[in-house]
């Protein structure tokens, strides 16, 4: 009885021994699984004070050793000569000490020369510097570019009319003595696309009678521009001999930005060459007229209009298709090289985010420890075969113990 005591205390003791281990363990696994700091990059604001206090006590040091080799005189630049003139005036006193000091005139006079003429602004192109300033709430990497466009807006008056007739995105204009009307050409006299402009003028009380259409767009000075017109002419006595050249078109370029399409000298106006047909006619290609422009502003204003000479109840037909005004046009545009290389930063940072959500990550060499998965993190319990195998073991010996125990009875 006394031999069958000792083997349940001793089966007792070493199932309380492994219990206690494996609750240990169990304890320590619970404790240690905490998820550990994530290495971060310091913050923007930290970095950037840093580096700055480096590059600051830099330029300090290579300062202090370039005055101790040399002390050149002081060489102003644009921004100090006219913001600051109580610097400026000091320059002025330790120039004149060096006058006194060395008894040179000369020097003296070269010096304020220097510093009475700013330092010039580098740039890529003239009319970059000249224009940037337009562009207020432009980005750091903007700069200014020209494309060679269309510069008329519906030009092929495929955009549709207004509900006066005239073509959207232009203007009309006529003086009185005339009845005048806008609206869509007929599929007959177009010639590119599916719509025109034309104009329909009829018992003209006096003669020099207009009507015609116009529109400003933004040039470069000093740039060419080709211009292109496309037309056609009806009316009743279908002959420029027989109506004494009485039906015509002008154009007039403006670049004054009145918008005063009676204030142009009639010199400036442009006959153009096309003769008129008989209403009776088939239609025929439209005639065309192409010229060079050299703006001298940056706005100019084209007009465009049909023209009765004589006061003739009759009337006369025009038609205006496919108007060009080609050239070259201010485009503000990013930095492409900058842009490309946010993009690929962006790229950068976008994959290292999904292999962070995704893929267990192999951490910094700089980061204390490994960096942990994102996302749902299972427990110890579930992620330590080793803990499941210690209970298998553990319920074997207390299976094992048991039997042992029921045999001493």
Wanted: glycine share 6%; net charge negative.
């Amino acid at each position: 009885m006394r031999g069958n005591r000792r083997v349940q205390i001793l089966a007792i003791s070493i199932v309380v021994i492994l219990a206690l281990c494996l609750i240990g363990y169990l304890v320590y696994s619970i404790v240690n699984s905490s998820p550990p700091e994530i290495a971060t990059d310091p913050a923007a604001g930290e970095v950037t004070a840093t580096e700055t206090a480096e590059e600051e006590a830099t330029t300090e040091a290579d300062s202090s050793n370039d005055n101790d080799e040399t002390e050149p005189e002081p060489t102003p630049t644009s921004t100090r000569v006219q913001a600051d003139n109580d610097e400026a005036d000091e320059t002025d006193g330790n120039d004149e000490a060096d006058e006194n000091d060395d008894g040179n005139d000369e020097t003296d006079d070269d010096s304020s020369d220097e510093l009475d003429t700013p330092t010039a602004t580098p740039s890529s192109t003239e009319n970059e510097s000249e224009d940037a300033s337009d562009f207020k709430n432009a980005p750091s990497n903007t700069k200014i570019i020209y494309k060679t466009e269309q510069l008329l807006e519906n030009g092929d008056f495929e955009a549709g009319f207004t509900e006066t007739g005239v073509a959207e995105s232009w203007q009309e204009f006529q003086n009185d003595g005339i009845v005048a009307l806008f609206l869509a050409e007929e599929t007959d006299y177009v010639g590119q696309g599916e719509q025109a402009q034309r104009f329909i003028m009829r018992d003209a009380t006096q003669q020099d009678r207009y009507a015609g259409i116009y529109q400003q767009v933004e040039v470069v000075p000093d740039e060419v521009y080709t211009l292109s017109l496309n037309g056609f002419i009806r009316s009743a006595f279908g002959d420029i001999i027989a109506s004494s050249y009485g039906y015509r078109m002008q154009y007039a370029i403006d670049d004054t930005g009145i918008d005063d399409w009676q204030s142009i000298p009639a010199e400036n106006w442009v006959e153009l060459p096309w003769d008129e047909a008989a209403f009776y006619m088939p239609p025929t290609e439209l005639y065309t007229y192409t010229t060079e422009i050299t703006p001298t502003s940056d706005s100019i204003t084209l007009y465009i209009r049909a023209w009765n000479k004589w006061a003739v109840l009759g009337e006369a037909q025009y038609t205006l298709d496919n108007l060009t005004l080609t050239g070259p046009k201010k485009v503000w545009l990013v930095d492409a090289d900058t842009n490309e290389e946010d993009n690929e930063n962006e790229d950068e940072d976008d994959s290292s985010d999904d292999a962070a959500d995704f893929a267990p990550s192999k951490g910094d060499e700089s980061a204390d420890g490994l960096l942990p998965v994102t996302g749902m993190i299972s427990s110890p319990i579930s992620q330590d075969n080793r803990l499941w195998s210690g209970l298998f073991v553990l319920m074997l010996l207390s299976i094992g113990v048991g039997y042992r125990l029921y045999r001493y009875r």
